[in-house]
T-cell receptor, first 112, second 111 residues
Framework: KQEVTQIPAALSVPEGENLVLNCSFTDSAIYNLQWFRQDPGKGLTSLLLIQSSQREQTSGRLNASLDKSSGRSTLYIAASQPGDSATYLCAVTQTGANNLFFGTGTRLTVIP | DGGITQSPKYLFRKEGQNVTLSCEQNLNHDAMYWYRQDPGQGLRLIYYSQIVNDFQKGDIAEGYSVSREKKESFPLTVTSAQKNPTAFYLC??????????FGQGTRLTVV
């Protein structure tokens, strides 16, 4: 069964710093990988989706990379802001399936 | 605006009572999902549906039931057989292989 792991579980950085969040998965037979943001008590907002054939996706200050063969993805956040404080979750869609397998998330705090 | 709507935002259940959580989407997505989120754990799949009148059990379906009579709606019933229902419930929808869109969640508490 697919297992998704996110390290670290929590991260605090000063405003303006660049940072990297990590996601690893055990089964490389994935269709795509998504990064989500969740604010406390709220639903999830999709940030970036990377298809299995792609290596990276960019949106504004966010860049997500995917190395399917090694089972890893990273989310790079440039010039972090206090408004970036949230929990970030990654999720993979298995090939031949439609449901998502989620990691437990990284709780990010950006200190003004 | 297109989106996915969950109601109610907060729900209280008495012991032995069945309760139904609503999920409606106007994104014209075929696939819909219910997840449960507990503190310190990732989202766990309860049920999913890829087409009207069809749905599949996820990892933790025991004590839950669903229906998919319309494309837009995928209600979840938490039955009295679910012994530990207190959690945050999230509904999502997507096209096949596409981005998943989530509702704002329903927080269910047993009183």
């Amino acid at each position: 069964k697919q297992e998704v792991t996110q390290i670290p579980a929590a991260l605090s950085v000063p405003e303006g710093e660049n940072l990297v969040l990590n996601c690893s998965f055990t089964d490389s037979a994935i269709y795509n990988l998504q990064w989500f943001r969740q604010d406390p008590g709220k639903g999830l907002t999709s940030l970036l989706l990377i298809q299995s054939s792609q290596r990276e996706q960019t949106s504004g200050r966010l860049n997500a990379s995917l190395d399917k063969s090694s089972g890893r993805s990273t989310l790079y956040i440039a010039a972090s802001q206090p408004g970036d404080s949230a929990t970030y979750l990654c999720a993979v869609t298995q090939t031949g399936a439609n449901n998502l397998f989620f990691g437990t998330g990284t709780r990010l705090t950006v200190i003004p | 605006d297109g989106g996915i709507t969950q109601s109610p935002k907060y729900l209280f259940r008495k012991e032995g009572q069945n309760v139904t959580l609503s999920c409606e989407q106007n994104l014209n997505h075929d696939a819909m999902y219910w997840y449960r989120q507990d503190p310190g754990q990732g989202l766990r799949l309860i049920y999913y549906s890829q087409i009207v009148n069809d749905f599949q059990k996820g990892d933790i379906a025991e004590g839950y039931s669903v229906s998919r009579e319309k494309k837009e709606s995928f209600p979840l019933t938490v039955t009295s057989a679910q012994k530990n229902p207190t959690a945050f419930y999230l509904c999502a929808s997507s096209i096949a292989g596409g981005k998943a869109f989530f509702g704002q969640g329903t927080r269910l508490t047993v009183v």
